[in-house]
């Protein structure tokens, strides 16, 4: 049970952050931090944020 919320709170946190870190910074992704976990909005708005940085 804790595994799973724990997966889905770090898959969701990376998904919205990855989404959301289109600016290039570690604040993408606001609405999964609420919704999600810290951790994952943070980790993965940083890395969507090198992400597109680089893509564009």
Do not use: A, P, Q, R
Request: some cysteine; glycine content about 28%; hydrophobic content about 60%.
């Amino acid at each position: 049970m804790v595994v799973v919320v724990v997966v889905v709170v770090v898959v969701g946190g990376w998904v919205g952050g990855w989404v959301g870190g289109w600016d290039g910074s570690c604040v993408g992704g606001w609405v999964v931090w609420v919704l999600g976990g810290w951790v994952g909005w943070w980790v993965g708005g940083c890395v969507g944020g090198w992400w597109w940085s680089w893509s564009l």
